[in-house]
Nanobody
């Protein structure tokens, strides 16, 4: 099993930046994919970004690529989400997630492990 603990949520002004962090503990696997999702009130959970735990390069939702960046630190079992030029529409609960499968999953049902989901609020 894998446990995910997130940090870095909070309140930020529009146009500002914020970095979320996710620490993984417990069992880890070479084929584990890490991802970020977000969910706003009344909205479905939305894929944000993903990255292979041991591989290089991330992948993103088309609407967010260029503003958001995912990265990892294998030595610390950490994954990060750097969010730049934030907009009020980015306001949501952001979830770190892990999937034990191959490829580039983007659907919430493909991810088995989830963090607690800190709130990110962007004010105009």
């Amino acid at each position: 099993q894998v446990q995910l603990v997130e940090s870095g949520g909070g309140l930020v002004q529009a146009g500002g930046s914020l970095r979320l962090a996710c620490a993984a503990s417990g069992r880890t696997f070479s084929r584990l994919v890490m991802g970020w999702f977000r969910q706003a009130p009344g909205k479905e959970r939305e894929f944000v970004a993903g990255i292979s735990w041991l591989g290089a390069g991330g992948y993103y939702a088309d609407s967010l690529q260029g503003r958001f960046s995912i990265s990892r630190d294998n030595a610390k079992n950490m994954v990060y989400l750097q969010m730049n030029n934030l907009e009020p529409e980015d306001t949501a609960v952001y979830y770190c997630a892990a999937a034990a499968l191959l490829g580039a999953p983007t659907r919430a049902g493909e991810f088995e492990y989830w963090g607690q989901g800190p709130q990110v609020t962007v004010s105009s």
